[in-house]
């Protein structure tokens, strides 16, 4: 079973959007599993001190290697994959969220405040994941959208295992429009293609409209479309 093991300091806020809807029925039904480690029950001190200050100067805090260290090593066996969500790492996309839902367990560290001690980093062999180049408060946020991403890709989860082919990304194109009930809403039809029953009609349509939409909006992904085209 796919296994999402985060570190975090807020375990409360878990399993959150993810116990909704569909992902909420597969967690009951064990088609993934969600292990919620709260980093803070590994500190020390009485205090249960998590983080401290940056040595050099500078106003934030970061996580402390020996307490997060505690929390990796008690919890995580040997050659289990570990990421850090930070805004430093590899851009998260389809393709990473399709290998990450090939692995049984995905660990992965929520930082906050000004990061983690950079230490932790080396010493015990982390990929650092970003989901975007913003700067986000924690790593909570961002680690449902990668938890996400990956849960529709789960067999069984969907439900719906053909429409995912058809997806944004899938074929390196965005996805073409869709409409649906009524068929004439505020004077608008939807385009006469789609009623015409013709099905490889409509496949040359939608694949046009991918086209034509991934040129307009995404110039990066229409140039590496027309290269693998070439090959
Ligand atoms: N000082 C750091 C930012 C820390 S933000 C820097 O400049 O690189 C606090 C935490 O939020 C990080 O530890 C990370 O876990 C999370 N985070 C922030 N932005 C993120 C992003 N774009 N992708 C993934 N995680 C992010």
Same mark, same amino acid.
């Given at each position: 079973m796919w296994t999402a093991r985060v570190f975090t300091l807020y375990p409360e806020i878990f399993p959150g959007p993810l116990n909704k809807g569909l992902y909420g029925k597969a967690l009951k039904k064990k088609l993934w599993n969600l292990e919620i480690i709260n980093i803070r029950d590994s500190a020390g001190d009485k205090h249960k001190t998590v983080d401290d200050t940056s040595f050099g100067g500078g106003s934030g805090m970061l996580l402390k290697p020996d307490v997060l260290g505690k929390s990796l090593d008690s919890n995580i066996k040997k050659n289990q994959r570990v990421y850090y969500l930070s805004p430093k790492g590899q851009k998260f996309n389809q393709k990473k969220a399709k290998a990450l839902s090939k692995e049984k367990i995905v660990n992965l560290i929520c930082g906050h405040f000004e990061g983690v001690d950079e230490r932790i980093l080396e010493t015990r062999n982390i990929e650092e994941i970003s989901i975007g180049d913003y700067v986000l408060s924690g790593g909570e946020t961002a680690s449902f959208v990668l938890i996400d991403a990956v849960l529709r890709l789960l067999?069984?989860?969907? &439900?719906?295992?053909?429409s995912k082919e058809e997806?944004?990304?899938?074929? &390196?194109l965005l996805e073409y429009p869709q409409y649906t009930k009524p068929q004439i809403w505020e004077k608008k039809s939807v385009p006469d293609v789609l009623l015409s029953g013709d099905h490889a009609k409509i496949k040359d349509w939608r694949l046009s409209q991918s086209k034509d939409i991934t040129r307009r909006r995404r110039p990066d992904l229409w140039k590496k479309y027309l290269e693998k085209d070439k090959k």
């Open positions: 067999p069984g989860v969907l &439900g719906n295992e053909t997806e944004s990304f899938e074929n &390196g």
